[in-house]
Each structure stands twice: as structure tokens, then as C-alpha cells.
């Protein structure tokens, strides 16, 4: 079971989900990434973690993988990034004046 919560701004129409141990994932028979979703047998397969990450700067959504961690985004290559679960109490990375609550949590 893993804890979400949805991430909303206050002043525009951002929102997104947040889930606090990330997307676990697995490399099957070819070497291809797949998610283990829960509840999944799959989950002791799972070698690294793919975390949703946010850019601060143009609000680009995107995944750090824990196997090759970055701290840029990979649109504009800006330094400040942010992971979605940690997004509370932050400005809105999109419209840069509203504030980023955390409504309630969601059980998988
Ligand atoms: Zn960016
Ligand atoms: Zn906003």
C-alpha cells in the first residue's frame, strides 16, 4: 500500500498526483522498463524507483529514475527541481503566484 495525495495550486488550474514511494519499476526478459503497480507480485522484481519530479522554472513534469538521478530538467535544463511530494507550500511552478496545497490522501 502506498500513500498519494493530490497536489493543487490556489490560484490556476494546476493539479496533479503524488505518490510517496514513487513508480518502482522492473526490467523484464529485454531489458525494458515496466512499472509494478500495486499490489503486484512484480514489486520484488523492482530494481530502482522512478520518482515524478517537477521543474520549478517551466513547470515540465517529469521522472528522476534513482538508477541515473539528475537534478535538471530535462526540458530547459534548469537547476531547481522539485519532487512532486515535496511540492507543498511552494509557489506554483506554472503561473508563479499561487501556492501549491496538498489535499488529502489517497490509499492504493
Ligand atoms: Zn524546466
Ligand atoms: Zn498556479
Not at 488550474?13 to 529485454?30: C, I, K, V
Not at 530494481?47 to 530547459?76: G, L, Q, W
Amino acid at each position: 500500500m502506498a500513500a498519494g495525495v493530490k497536489v493543487i495550486c490556489t490560484e490556476c488550474d494546476f493539479t496533479t498526483e503524488a505518490w510517496s514511494d514513487g513508480n518502482p519499476y522492473y526490467l523484464d526478459e529485454h531489458g525494458v522498463k515496466r512499472y509494478a503497480y500495486h499490489p503486484s507480485s512484480e514489486a520484488d522484481l523492482c530494481v530502482a524507483v522512478d520518482t515524478p519530479y517537477i521543474c520549478m522554472k517551466c513547470a515540465h513534469e517529469f521522472n528522476v529514475d534513482s538508477a541515473a538521478p539528475t537534478r535538471r530538467c530535462p526540458e530547459c535544463n534548469f537547476g531547481q527541481i522539485s519532487s512532486l511530494w515535496r511540492l507543498a507550500g511552494k509557489t506554483c511552478p506554472r503561473c508563479k503566484s499561487g501556492e501549491i496545497v496538498v489535499s488529502g490522501s489517497m490509499i492504493s
